[in-house]
């Protein structure tokens, strides 16, 4: 595998439910972030890790949660979403604050 | 105002021609300027970047970056129907990226 990486592609999941996102990158980066892409909105940033830390929060709601357990590694935990919700997550890693790269993305949808 | 500004289109042209893309940005503290290229259902793809005024060349892409006018263009020659994509501006300053809305772009054979 290189690059960034992301499971599941695609998720379809309920208000009630629990589920987890996935990212991967193989790039030796030490900062990983998350975005949210909605149609025709520009990329909005929701949480951003830098040497496995939380260094920004951009006022996300509580229903998502991101972790990030080593430099390589992060995830975003869902719950109670609601349908403005759906969009495509986005992760990206770069080397300090460099230039970014994504993964594919997991498109969202909620029901 | 926002930070920074991109025109959505759809921009469509025909194969071959000499397309245009720009972004227009408020915050002089930018430093680095980046242009993404996102297909349909894709991540976004680091297509160049640049750090101060002037053109870059890569193959069929130019970037300029006019920082008095705070005014970044892509150009790209020879279009081809496999350049129809969303591109997205990036912007980076302060330690934050803020990309433009992006352009969706459409080459017809």
């Known amino acids: 595998e290189t690059g960034v990486t992301q499971t599941p592609r695609h998720l379809v999941m309920g208000m009630t439910n629990k589920k987890s996102l996935k990212c991967e990158q193989h790039?030796?980066?030490?900062?990983m972030y998350w975005y949210k892409q909605s149609a025709k909105k520009p990329l909005e940033l929701m949480f951003v890790?830098?040497?496995?830390?939380?260094?920004e929060n951009n006022s996300v709601p509580s229903r998502f949660s991101p972790e990030c357990p080593n430099s390589s590694h992060l995830f975003l935990h869902l719950h109670t979403l609601q349908p403005e919700d759906s969009a495509l997550y986005l992760c990206?890693?770069?080397?300090?604050?460099?230039?970014?790269?994504f993964g594919p993305g997991t498109r969202l949808l909620v029901l | 105002q926002k930070e920074v500004e991109q025109d959505p289109g759809p921009l469509s042209v025909p194969e071959g021609a000499i397309v245009s893309l720009n972004c227009t940005y408020s915050?002089?503290?930018?430093?680095?300027f980046m242009w993404y290229r996102q297909y349909s259902r894709k991540g976004p793809e680091l297509l160049m970047y640049t750090y101060s005024s002037g053109n870059k060349e890569d193959g069929r892409f130019t970037a300029q970056v006019d920082k008095s006018s705070k005014y970044i263009s892509l150009f790209i020659r020879d279009s081809q129907p496999s350049d129809s994509a969303t591109y997205l501006c990036?912007?980076?300053?302060?330690?934050?990226?803020?990309f433009g809305a992006g352009t969706r772009l459409a080459v017809h054979p």
């Open positions: 990036a912007m980076w300053g302060y330690n934050k990226l803020i």
């Open positions: 790039l030796g980066h030490n900062a």
């Open positions: 890790y830098s040497l496995e830390e939380r260094v």
């Open positions: 990206a890693s770069s080397q300090d604050w460099g230039v970014q790269y």
């Open positions: 915050n002089s503290a930018f430093q680095y």
